[in-house]
């Protein structure tokens, strides 16, 4: 239960800087994926969650080994956002698993870090 309420503490620090609906700057979209994000409160509410939780886990100190496995996740992310293009139900199931597998890789460390 300590480690849910830390990690709730931690998403809304992490949420709570700047005005921009999505993670990355609207007014620079270009790819289809990016506009479609923009263009969609579901998908730029999601996209913001996601930029929270990746903000979180870019704090802990993870190590050289989970580093590489954090940089490597966020590209195969990025990778896949991109494959669905302008497909909404694509991106919103893209981001659902993201955030459901930073939200965990976050509780692990916290679990972790607490023993």
Not at 49 to 58: D, F, R, S
Not at 69 to 77: L, N, R
Request: glycine share 6%; aromatic share 6%.
């Amino acid at each position: 239960m300590k480690t849910s309420m830390a990690l709730a503490a931690l998403v809304l620090m992490a949420a709570s800087g700047g005005g921009q609906a999505a993670s990355f700057d609207c007014a620079k979209a270009s790819a289809p994926d990016e506009i479609a994000i923009c263009q969609s409160i579901v998908l730029s509410a999601l996209d913001s969650e996601m930029g929270a939780y990746w903000h979180v886990q870019q704090r802990l100190d993870w190590g050289m080994s989970g580093r590489q496995q954090i940089d490597d996740d966020a590209k195969t992310f990025l990778d896949g956002r991109t494959k669905c293009g302008p497909n909404v139900q694509c991106l919103q199931s893209h981001y659902t698993a993201r955030i459901d597998s930073l939200k965990q890789s976050v509780d692990d460390w916290l679990k972790n870090a607490a023993q």
